[in-house]
């Protein structure tokens, strides 16, 4: 039987190259999106593909969270690896930061985890093994010098992660987080040549990290290659220093 991998914020960029990857390594996979509109396109991106699938319930909702993983896992079987995605970027001065906007990032890159690694867990611990795989950044090792919240929200994930590997460790679930540095995704796309240049001349291996490139680090995490390893940060950053 396939094993089955859900992907928060499955609909583009680093998400959506990792639901590829998956589904060509033989998984089913559940994606998550924020809209019904950026969940169908996605699907029709992926051609329909059967083995896939996607919803956009509200990460943050403890108990539709639940209800969906139990229902996914009375659908698929079981649920073997969960891919915590889904984030958002911030730049804004200290000066101008809000509470709002910290609550902002703080609930989608923290609370959303939380909320589905909870819920996953309890599923993977009944069933014997599962993998929780959480997508840190560069900045949790050197901050960034506006948007104060972002980098917070990431060492928060880094705590996540090695945390639950050392809680879930003894039920055969494993924790590990993929720490991106630049990856080109449509945002970084959209920069003019003379922004990205030097960023490119910045990073040892003189190139922007694509998201395949992180998806073939989850891949390999979530696989029993990795089956000694769990409360790893892996950078995928070309060795770039923010
Ligand atoms: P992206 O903006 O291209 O995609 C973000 C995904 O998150 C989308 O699928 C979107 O649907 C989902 N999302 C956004 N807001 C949401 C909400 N409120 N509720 C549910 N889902 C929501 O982002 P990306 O660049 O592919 O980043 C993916 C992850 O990688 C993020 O956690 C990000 O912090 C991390 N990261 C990215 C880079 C980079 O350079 N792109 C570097 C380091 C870390």
Do not use: W
């Not at 960029?13 to 998984?27: N, P, R, S, W």
């Not at 083995?51 to 403890?62: I, K």
């Not at 090792?141 to 917070?152: E, I, T, W």
């Amino acid at each position: 039987m396939s094993k089955v991998c859900i992907v928060t914020g499955g609909t583009r960029g680093i998400g959506f190259a990792t639901v590829e990857a998956f589904l060509k390594d033989g998984y089913k996979v559940v994606l998550y999106g924020s809209r019904k509109e950026t969940v169908e396109k996605a699907l029709e991106e992926l051609n329909h593909n059967p083995d896939v699938s996607g919803r956009f319930t509200s990460l943050t909702d403890e108990e539709a969270i639940n209800r969906d993983f139990d229902e996914i896992k009375a659908e698929l079987g079981s649920i073997d690896v969960l891919i915590n995605n889904a984030g958002i970027s911030d730049s804004t001065k200290f000066a101008d930061y809000t509470v709002e906007k910290f609550e902002k990032i703080m609930n989608l890159n923290v609370i959303a985890p939380y909320v589905c690694s909870h819920a996953a867990a309890r599923i993977m611990q009944e069933q014997g093994h599962g993998v929780i795989l959480n997508t840190s950044s560069m900045v949790s090792k050197y901050g960034q010098p506006s948007g104060v919240g972002y980098p917070v929200s990431k060492y928060a994930i880094n705590g996540m992660t090695i945390s639950l590997a050392r809680e879930l460790g003894k039920f055969n679930i494993r924790v590990n987080a993929v720490a991106p540095g630049i990856t080109m995704t449509d945002m970084v796309r959209a920069l003019p040549d003379q922004m990205i240049q030097p960023m490119i001349q910045a990073i040892p291996i003189k190139r922007i990290g694509l998201p395949e490139d992180i998806a073939k680090a989850f891949l390999f995490l979530a696989s029993d290659e990795a089956s000694y390893i769990t409360g790893a940060i892996l950078p995928v950053d070309g060795a770039m220093i923010a």
